[in-house]
């Protein structure tokens, strides 16, 4: 139990192009949603926590109109990277918790190169 | 501000035990978590600690001390498979996980 899936798994975009990343947890529930952005050989940053019907809250440095999230629905989240340009190229992984459950669940990520 | 500690390389020899140390500095505390990390691939979890003391799962255990801030991650009988980054992560008083910046563990033969 406990899957994530995000889809696509990678993308390669124009710049100017906008793409959209999906999240759905599979089995579970997920009242809150996370967005992570992870450079090569670097951590991962958090992004922006989203709750199921609610405004995401974004980390401080996050374009909240460059990079817009949804969470319509308890099992579906999606972040859209708008006008990507070459440095928006990352790994963008999202993961989902139940309500009063301290694991995350990560999905397996989205490797986005903009040309 | 909150920090997160944890070196940045180990290198352990296939079937012998290492240990990965991590210190916190957080404002508040709601428990640690440690993931695996592939290259390429999304974080697997591993363990988490609330209470002081050690949780054993397998060949991997995890230890945790409040009041010094600081946790371990133990790998018992490596395995090549077990080559990967190591993530400390820290629940802090608003429930946000802060993360460190990762331990690659290399496995030689």
């Known amino acids: 139990g406990a899957v994530v899936s995000q889809h696509p798994s990678w993308v390669i975009c124009k710049s100017g192009t906008s793409v959209k990343i999906e999240c759905r947890s599979l089995d579970f529930q997920a009242t809150t949603m996370f967005w992570y952005r992870q450079f090569p050989k670097q951590s991962l940053m958090l992004m922006a926590t989203?709750?199921?019907?609610?405004?995401?809250?974004?980390e401080q440095g996050v374009e909240k109109d460059k990079f817009l999230i949804n969470h319509a629905s308890l099992t579906l989240s999606t972040l859209t990277v708008t006008s990507a340009h070459p440095e928006d190229s990352s790994f963008y992984i999202c993961?989902?918790?139940?309500?009063?459950?301290?694991?995350?669940?990560f999905g397996p990520g989205t490797r986005l190169t903009v040309l | 501000g909150q920090n997160i500690d944890q070196p940045t390389e180990m290198t352990a020899t296939e079937g012998a035990i290492v240990q990965i140390n991590c210190t916190y500095q957080t404002s508040g505390f709601n428990g640690l978590f440690w993931y695996q990390q592939h290259a390429g691939e999304a974080p697997t979890f591993l363990s988490y600690?609330?209470l002081d003391g050690l949780e054993e799962k397998g060949r991997f255990s995890s230890f945790l001390s409040r009041s010094k801030g600081y946790s371990y991650l133990l790998l018992k009988e490596l395995q090549m498979k077990d080559s990967a980054s190591y993530l400390c992560?820290?629940?802090?008083?608003?429930?946000?996980?802060?993360w460190g910046a990762g331990t690659k563990l290399i496995i030689k033969p």
């Open positions: 992560a820290v629940k802090d008083s608003n429930y946000q996980l802060i």
């Open positions: 600690n609330v």
């Open positions: 993961s989902a918790r139940e309500l009063f459950e301290n694991e995350q669940f």
């Open positions: 989203s709750n199921e019907g609610s405004k995401a809250t974004y």
